[in-house]
């Protein structure tokens, strides 16, 4: 569901969610009004948090899934909240690992791309919110916001 500038959708995680997550990116997209490097990096880390949901949230089991996506004047927002088991990775200690490691790229590929990227646990449900701005100047901050825990 769709407002101006808010859209959101809630589904049932299993092998195909990362479609209509997308999918939900690209309608926010259509609205024609984001620069396309802040496309690329919040489409990417959208992608990158859903699946780790997706793959570690239930623990192998289906989770609940709500995805709220915000265009704003000054930054695009995702929030991921899901009913699955709590995330247990330290936001700040995560790192990209080895070329050859074969798994563990998604969180340091979404802190890469993201200007900010918070997890919490909220009333039982895990909360991420990422954010891009939309005058990043090309550059990450050392003051860009991680939190944890994370996965």
Do not use: K
Not at 9 to 28: A, H, I, K, Q, S
Not at 77 to 91: I, K, M, N
């Amino acid at each position: 569901m769709a407002t101006d500038d808010r859209w959101e959708l809630t589904l049932t995680t299993d092998e195909g969610t990362l479609d209509p997550v997308l999918d939900l990116v690209g309608e926010m997209f259509s609205a024609g009004r984001v620069e396309e490097e802040v496309r690329l990096r919040f489409e990417v880390a959208v992608a990158e948090i859903g699946a780790n949901i997706i793959e570690h949230a239930g623990d192998g089991a289906p989770v609940t899934l709500n995805l709220v996506l915000e265009l704003a004047p000054d930054r695009l927002e995702a929030r991921f909240t899901d009913d699955g088991s709590p995330a247990r990775v330290d936001l700040r200690a995560v790192q990209m690992p080895d070329v050859f490691a074969e798994r563990g790229r998604g969180l340091a590929i979404a802190l890469e791309a993201l200007d900010e990227l918070e997890y919490r646990r909220r009333g039982g449900d895990n909360v991420w919110r990422l954010a891009c701005y939309r005058d990043r100047g090309g550059e990450q901050s050392d003051d860009d916001e991680v939190s944890g825990p994370g996965r």
